[in-house]
């Protein structure tokens, strides 16, 4: 009996994991990620806004937390399901999800829904989950909403600027002389 060129999958229901789904993170890799994202939602904090943190919040911290830390499978994606996700950070589904949809809007993270055809229709079975390196994610600018940063244009453009320093008549000849502006 001739042996099949497919191997077999783990566990009945898996889908293959494609060579660009792997992603192969150091510990000092994840921890950088991590470093990274506490930055950003500092960065993104408003004060007396009500809101817990700033743009991604506990709840996409910890999120992001569990896939670097906790959700690689054996074949090397990040592929860890929404309930699970949910279980083991003590959030409710909804959170999670909001907390991965805040994450993917902050270009931390990318979502690949992988599936199955069966019966002519596409089913998802799993989302991989890819990590950006913090040097490709959006600016803390284009996460703020618009109001706080017409606020901070307006306060940087109506802020007192102290006068420039005086400068002496013989500087003011010899820069028009180097500039040009003189004869």
């Known amino acids: 009996m001739p042996t099949s060129q497919r191997p077999r999958p783990a566990r009945r229901g898996s889908v ?8 192969r ?17 500092r960065a993104t904090y408003r004060r007396g806004s009500g809101l817990h943190g700033g743009f991604l919040r506990d709840s996409g911290l910890g999120t992001l937390w569990h ?19 949910a279980l083991e950070t003590m959030r409710s589904i909804g959170a999670v999800c909001a907390a991965l949809a805040r994450l993917e809007q902050a270009q931390i993270l990318t979502r ?13 079975a799993t989302t991989a ?26 306060a940087w453009e109506e802020a007192e600027w102290p006068a420039p320093p005086p400068i002496s008549e013989a ?3 010899a820069l028009a002389r180097k500039w040009g502006l003189m004869a």
Not at 25 to 41: C, E, K, P, S, V
Not at 74 to 79: I, L, T, V
Not at 112 to 124: A, D, I, K, L, M
Request: aromatic share 8%.
């Open 16 to 23: 293959p994991v494609a060579p660009w789904q792997r992603q």
């Open 25 to 41: 993170l150091g510990h000092t890799d994840r921890l950088r990620i991590m470093d990274a994202a506490r930055r950003l939602n």
């Open 67 to 85: 896939l670097l830390f906790r959700g690689w499978g054996r074949a090397g994606a990040c592929d860890p399901a929404i309930k699970q996700i």
């Open 112 to 124: 690949v829904r992988r599936g199955v055809v069966r019966g002519g229709r596409f089913v998802q």
């Open 129 to 154: 989950y890819l990590f950006r390196p913090g040097s490709l994610w959006a600016s803390d600018s284009n996460l703020r909403a618009p109001l706080d940063s017409l606020l901070k244009e307006r």
């Open 171 to 173: 500087e003011r000849l």
